[in-house]
Every structure is written in structure tokens, then in C-alpha cells.
Nanobody, 121 residues
Framework: QVQLVESGGGLVQPGGSLRLSCAASGSSFSINAMGWYRQAPGKQRELVAR???????NYADSVKGRFTISRDNAKKTVYLQMNSLKPEDTAVYSC???????????????WGQGTQVTVSS
């Protein structure tokens, strides 16, 4: 089994910053991609940022220039640096990893339990 452990959420004022971390634990797997999604009340879950094993990144238009995704392959950890936060960034942020377990030929998606980010004065 693979588990994703998230940290870094919390309450921050508009214009502030937070850094989210997501570490994949377990054994005998490789990671194809990791990313962050968010879901605000009454809205659909949306992709925030994603990074592949080759370093290709994707960002939602709403966060470009403000958020930066990065990874530490040795730690199997992905980070999301969030700057210039706005109230509309308030949501539950969930880590996603597309993982190929050892012995499998079809990758699987794993999800963290989510961490609350609230941007408010």
C-alpha cells in the first residue's frame, strides 16, 4: 500500500504564503507524476499544479505566477509554494500521485486525505 501524507495547510491572510508538502510512503513503487488539486465548497475539484517524473509542470491559470510546484525525488515528496494568496484560493487541497507499484503494469492514482487552506483577514 502507498500512503500520501500532507502537511502545511492553515489559515493565512491575503497576500501571505504557505508551503504544502506531500510525501509518498511505502515500498516498491515508482512515481509517474504528483500534483495538487483543490476543491472549494460548492465547486468542482480542480487541478492546481502537477509535475511529472520528467519534470513537466502544469498550472491552473488562476495560480500561474503565484504558485510553484517542485519535487524531491529522494524523499518522494512534492511541494507547493503558494505566494500572494487570495481569498479565492481557500479550499481543501489534496495531494495526488500516479504510481506504478512494483509488479504491476497499470498505474494507480492515490490521494491524500486533504489539508485545509483558508485565506482570510
Amino acid at each position: 500500500q502507498v500512503q500520501l501524507v500532507e502537511s502545511g495547510g492553515g489559515l493565512v491572510q491575503p497576500g501571505g504564503s504557505l508551503r504544502l508538502s506531500c510525501a509518498a510512503s511505502g515500498s516498491s513503487f515508482s512515481i509517474n507524476a504528483m500534483g495538487w488539486y483543490r476543491q472549494a465548497p460548492g465547486k468542482q475539484r480542480e487541478l492546481v499544479a502537477r509535475i511529472t517524473s520528467r519534470g513537466t509542470v502544469n498550472y491552473a491559470d488562476s495560480v500561474k505566477g503565484r504558485f510553484t510546484i517542485s519535487r524531491d525525488n529522494a524523499k518522494k515528496t512534492v511541494y507547493l509554494q503558494m505566494n500572494s494568496l487570495k481569498p479565492e484560493d481557500t479550499a481543501v487541497y489534496s495531494c495526488n500521485a500516479n504510481i506504478l507499484p512494483s509488479g504491476r503494469i497499470i498505474p494507480l492514482d492515490y490521494w491524500g486525505q486533504g489539508t485545509q487552506v483558508t485565506v482570510s483577514s
